[in-house]
């Protein structure tokens, strides 16, 4: 699907237009490349990255979930490396970022982070956030999904092999 096209066919029309408006909003970023929305999900592609990675919100068992998805293994354990080795928290970097946004207008932070592969091999950190699948297309929750995966652009870009180099 080009960048920039949508699919929303079988989504309830509340989060389909949620999904769309929120995918305008990434659009605008200078943080991702292209937006596109298929099914329950918006995916977003940062810009400036040499990795095969994207960031998403999708719709899982009623809830919206935001995180960072990559089929690479190793860049994958790279990023989970780091943490372990730095000790650092994902959930309080991404919550630290997410401070920092201002289209964030929640009234809780995102739950805390899950580190799995799916089914079809692609190894994600996401969190689950405040909004279900039911809560509307307003232009405050679009924007709140958006700087959520902002939050972990910005957290996720300084582990592992996502860091710069240091030239």
Request: proline share 5%; charged share 25%; net charge negative.
């Amino acid at each position: 699907m080009p960048a920039g096209s949508s699919n929303t066919a079988g989504l309830p029309a509340s989060l389909g237009a949620l999904l769309e408006r929120a995918a305008e909003l990434a659009r605008s970023e200078d943080a991702f490349e292209s937006a596109e929305v298929d099914g329950g999900v918006l995916r977003v592609t940062p810009a400036d990255c040499e990795h095969e990675c994207d960031y998403r919100v999708e719709a899982v068992d009623g809830s919206l979930f935001a995180g960072w998805y990559t089929p690479d293994r190793y860049l994958s354990q790279s990023v989970e490396a780091e943490l372990v080795y730095t000790g650092d928290d994902l959930d309080d970097l991404v919550d630290e970022e997410l401070a920092d946004q201002p289209g964030w207008t929640l009234p809780t932070r995102l739950a805390p982070f899950e580190h799995l592969r799916t089914e079809s091999k692609v190894f994600t950190f996401r969190s689950r956030t405040p909004l279900g699948v039911d809560a509307g297309d307003s232009a405050a929750h679009a924007a709140s999904l958006i700087a959520a995966l902002v939050a972990y652009d910005l957290a996720v870009r300084q582990l592992g092999d996502m860091k710069p180099d240091d030239e």
